[in-house]
């Protein structure tokens, strides 16, 4: 499938969470083999020849695309959470929201010196939440080989924050 066609399965719901807001649904995409397996497919292609070692996926819809990719590549994956979902030692990061802050964590063992990481979500809008990622995988010092995204909003101006890294999405807005 094209990303037209993709785009095409992406469901918008008006005012939600809150009013004001167009809410970009994947999981009517999701929901059909062919379309999930284009989208995991469209996300993947710039990276097959880049020896990635480690996926990084970011919680949570991150993780029904790091999963697959990761196998495809025969690389290593490795979940960047919210604070207190990993159980052994972790590094973390808070990032700022556009209403107060979050922070996420990685285990500290998760990714050796020099790795070479793509880290995915499915979702680039402000960039804050994967800039926070980036510092994680840099903290850790992994070679960050790009950061791909099934949808990118384009108006948000996400891209702008991830200056001198390869940044890839299927579908814009």
Same mark, same amino acid.
């Given at each position: +499938?094209?990303?037209?066609?993709? $785009?095409?399965?992406? $469901?918008?719901?008006?005012?939600?969470?809150?009013?004001?807001?167009?809410?970009?649904?994947?999981?009517?995409?999701?929901?059909?083999?062919?379309?999930?397996?284009?989208?995991?497919?469209? +996300?993947?292609?710039?990276?097959? =020849?880049?020896?990635?070692?480690? %996926?990084?996926? +970011?919680?949570? $819809?991150?993780?029904?695309?790091?999963?697959? +990719?990761?196998?495809? &590549?025969? @690389?290593?994956?490795?979940?960047? $959470?919210?604070?207190?979902?990993?159980? @052994?030692?972790?590094?973390?990061?808070?990032? @700022?929201?556009?209403?107060?802050?979050?922070?996420?964590?990685?285990?500290?063992?998760?990714?050796?010196?020099?790795?070479?990481?793509?880290? %995915?979500?499915?979702? &680039?809008?402000?960039?804050?939440?994967?800039?926070?990622?980036?510092?994680?995988?840099?903290?850790?010092?992994?070679?960050?080989?790009? &950061?791909?995204?099934? %949808?990118?909003?384009?108006?948000?101006?996400?891209?702008?924050?991830?200056? =001198?890294?390869?940044?890839?999405?299927?579908?814009?807005?």
């Amino acid at each position: +499938m094209t990303p037209e066609e993709l $785009r095409a399965k992406v $469901r918008e719901i008006p005012d939600f969470p809150k009013p004001g807001i167009l809410f970009y649904d994947i999981t009517t995409l999701l929901k059909e083999a062919p379309a999930y397996r284009s989208a995991v497919d469209l +996300m993947l292609a710039p990276y097959l =020849d880049a020896r990635i070692e480690i %996926v990084v996926g +970011m919680e949570s $819809r991150g993780f029904i695309f790091s999963g697959p +990719m990761a196998y495809q &590549l025969g @690389a290593g994956l490795v979940p960047v $959470r919210k604070l207190g979902k990993l159980p @052994a030692e972790t590094i973390s990061v808070e990032y @700022a929201l556009e209403y107060g802050t979050n922070t996420l964590e990685v285990h500290r063992d998760a990714i050796a010196p020099g790795q070479r990481v793509l880290i %995915v979500d499915d979702l &680039l809008a402000t960039g804050g939440t994967v800039q926070g990622t980036v510092e994680l995988v840099e903290r850790l010092q992994g070679d960050i080989v790009g &950061l791909s995204f099934l %949808v990118e909003l384009s108006f948000l101006k996400g891209r702008e924050r991830l200056t =001198d890294r390869q940044v890839t999405s299927v579908i814009q807005y």
